[in-house]
């Protein structure tokens, strides 16, 4: 018979935007071996939610994300979607990759509006609904730009406007301001944080930077080392909202939770960074 706190967590899943249950993913290798890259995930992400998910390189962020985007199979255990059974790619999610995707023989604003084709939107409307998210993301005067002409910041505004177009119920981010410097960075995060707050979308972001995912989220879930990572810690973030990025920074609170987390996922990096140099731990 299960416990009250079980039956909690069954419902609670079950009602969740994205909800991995048991989660393994295994991957064949070239050499006839196999590579479980993760083990055992089970995590929720509530609607309305923003969780940021953070662990060592290798451990299967990414991966994981994949899965919850129907992008590959796990080997074993469900993924739910909006308390559906997830079948295939998941139309519910967009999805903001680490690298742009950007079309280079498009302007900003067609490669904003072209989101809007397999929805069947007609030419004229997405052209004016494209200009309107352009505006939401500081591009107004930079629709007629091609990506070669654009910033790193400018063409991932792009791109986000490109994914909030859709209005998806769900946000999938892999890195997504990875390659960006540290200003461009804290402006990036502030402009998602903005948009965010309209609608309050479930977003599941993938980081390997730790301040950011405390900036951002309401959750910080910690992943271990790889091979057959698992999640080690699950992080709620009080901070008040709205933030600033570079003054939440600042806060006592902040450090306290980043001290915290640390804590747990610092052992981690070093078992990774310890497997990369092919020596055991002392």
């Not at 290798?29 to 993760?38: D, I, M, P, S």
């Not at 790193?152 to 997504?176: T, Y």
């Amino acid at each position: 018979m299960q416990d009250a706190a079980a039956v909690a967590d069954t419902r609670a899943a079950a009602s969740a935007a994205i909800a991995l249950s048991g989660i393994d993913i295994t991957f064949n290798l070239k050499n006839g071996g196999r590579y479980q890259a993760v083990k055992a995930i089970s995590m929720a992400v509530a609607d309305g939610e923003f969780v940021a998910v953070v662990g060592p390189t290798g451990c299967g962020k990414s991966t994981l994300l994949n899965a919850a985007a129907g992008l590959l199979q796990p080997s074993a255990g469900k993924v739910g979607i909006l308390g559906e059974p997830l079948a295939g790619i998941n139309l519910r999610a967009g999805y903001l990759f680490q690298l742009d995707a950007l079309m280079p023989w498009k302007t900003a604003l067609q490669n904003v509006a072209v989101a809007l084709e397999p929805q069947g939107v007609c030419a004229r409307e997405a052209e004016e609904r494209a200009r309107d998210w352009l505006a939401r993301v500081g591009l107004r005067a930079f629709t007629d730009r091609y990506p070669h002409m654009l910033s790193g910041g400018q063409k991932k505004r792009v791109a986000l406007a490109q994914v909030l177009i859709r209005n998806p119920k769900i946000l999938l981010m892999d890195e997504p301001f990875g390659p960006l410097d540290a200003q461009t960075r804290q402006i990036m995060g502030n402009l998602l944080l903005d948009l965010w707050s309209k609608d309050r979308k479930a977003v599941m972001f993938v980081t390997h930077d730790l301040e950011e995912a405390i900036s951002l989220s309401d959750r910080v879930v910690v992943m271990s080392a790889g091979p057959a990572a698992t999640i080690i810690g699950d992080y709620r973030v009080s901070l008040k909202r709205p933030r600033d990025i570079a003054d939440i920074r600042l806060d006592r609170d902040f450090h306290a939770i980043h001290r915290q987390i640390w804590q747990t996922l610092k052992v981690e990096v070093q078992k990774a960074y310890a497997a990369g140099e092919g020596r055991e731990m002392a």
